[in-house]
DNA sequence: AATGAATGAGCCTTCATTCAT
DNA sequence: GATGAATGAAGGCTCATTCAT
């Protein structure tokens, strides 16, 4: 039975203790339990613990930030976007909620360093840019408050990690339609005629 | 619980430290030295450190609930309740910060005891129901997903506590106003008549 | 309600707490609690918890060698002596059990002071007396090992607080009968004639 | 329980600090001291201070009380029965001393957990048994109270942990046939004829 | 005499990290 | 790569003691 690096293995462990107990509530022994091997032996694969922190987390933020910067490139209308976003973003958390939730739960907003509060003011600003396109382009409403409607939308999308169980892909992209939905439309019935 | 001369001194130096270190990245020492005492005084006051913990959070979580329990026994149409949940939330937001802070960065949704989890739940179900009371009475969509738009608003009101900047309670009103009329009528400009 | 002194509360709470958890285990705050005071307080009556120990147990200790030294200068014959100073030693537990486990489990052969050291050493040596008188007058058994019969008796006396129940003194005095019977006499059965 | 290379020098380096300053007064940093280690490497050892304690005492505990439970099944006179207990309680004595010293000061009779009390409590009456035998074969004396003789012989022989020096296997010896000669035969001279 | 608060030292325990094998 | 052991630095908590009121 052929047994390559453990690095895959090591990396999910850490991200389901981390996300279980808390960066600072897990041990690294918590985490060596989870893969089946001796705390010593994870300073085969990392240096520190904090470097583990980081390996678990980076790959999803690069790919959420990725996204949302080639959707700047596109010339979709606006509101198309912001569907887009909060499609890749509900998917990402369905994908890799353990990832995420370490994510949001210990670094998101807490200014651990130049390189990650870089990421979060750069995701948050892709997203802020969305909505002002809409103001300037007249579709969306010219008193929206882009600022606020960016932070709310992330908050509302990070906040799934709290209460979204993962698995189901579908129901995966219905809550991101419905969050588009009311992002967009309100929640106030239209009044027809 | 005793609440002798330097108790808020204490409990508000803990909301201070918890909220900036993280619970488990506090040490007793550092809520010590905020307050100017020695660790081991400390348990003049406390129990454990789970205590204070309970006591940086409960009154505000407490005052929470109440409005939201007090808003549903009021007649008000379901839009304006929205309102008002929004209101008080960003305005307990504005004036207790730290506090709020360490309740959702340390409890909500962690299932740390019974008490707490009720606490969480019976706070998503009355929004949730406000939500509901909208889409009976006609005045919200009836497509309206309410368990996601509740979580959504109550995700985007709580994501505020990484980013707000408290102390002018004008401005946390406009924030709520709004993530109301966001949450209520959507970005998309209104095409009028 | 006049309320004099407590001294006695004090004294008697420590005997009964040290006696549960012994010096060691126990905390001031307990003792405190037993007589229904505050920790602090007790410094109105001691000036170290060692001064409470030594309060606990020094009557008691010094009424039995007091004990000791009379029967010594009394013209029993050594078995009568066998019989008083294990009748008296028994008694002084049934009464005061608390207080004289707390010396037993504290004190007795730790080699806490000098002072304490030599009483225990005189009550050794006082009771080895009577033995060694018993040999010398013929009376007791010339291969008696003076010393180790002596250790034994104490022993087995001192042992009696660990499992005896006080407050039944005829049964206090049946026990002292017959731990002496057996001490002088054996458990083996004499042949008649 | 792990038994990698140190874990008896771990033991018995716990055994003479706790015997020496009993179980409560001493420091896991005493006892890592007198292994050559610092306090928190014990942690790889055992699990709690109180691990520590109960290593150090099972395996004489348990010896002793297999001894008891052997000469149980043999038919030896009731007289050499008691030879026999009184032998090898004070060998294991003569040979381990700092272990049982912490046994019979930490562990006997403190009702610490129903393991333990089982233990006693089975010792206590093995022994009383024995005493049983002999009354009822008619060899022993039928107005002995067993039960005082079995618990006075146990005391003496607890006592012991006390004063006894330990080192001379064959002084060991000559105590063990004297305090059971007072037991069974007593310090009165007999008369002849 | 009693109280509430503070002190400071010490203790058990945890844990990230290192290293020889 | 893995292991068992050791390290050293905290951290939570206890407690004897002091002191102003």
Known sequence: MPRP???????AAAARVFSEKG?????????ANEVGMLKGSLYNYI????????AVVRPDAEEL?????????????????VRQIALVH???????LPYVSVYI??????????EWTDMDREYMTLVEQVFLEGVESGSFDP??????AARSLI?????MTRWYEPGDPAQARAIAAQLSDIFLSGALARRRS
């Open 65 to 81: 930030l990725t996204c949302a910067r080639d959707l700047k490139r596109t010339d979709l209308p606006a509101s198309e976007k």
């Open 5 to 11: 690096s453990r690095w895959d293995d090591v990396v």
């Open 155 to 159: 908050g509302a999308l990070n906040w």
């Open 105 to 114: 739960q210990e670094i998101a907003g807490k200014g651990i360093s130049q």
């Open 47 to 54: 240096k520190s613990k904090e470097d583990l922190l980081f």
């Open 143 to 148: 008193a929206l408050d882009t600022r606020i």
């Open 23 to 31: 960066f600072g509530g897990a041990s690294l022994e918590d985490v």
């Open 90 to 96: 509900v998917e990402i958390i369905d994908r890799h």
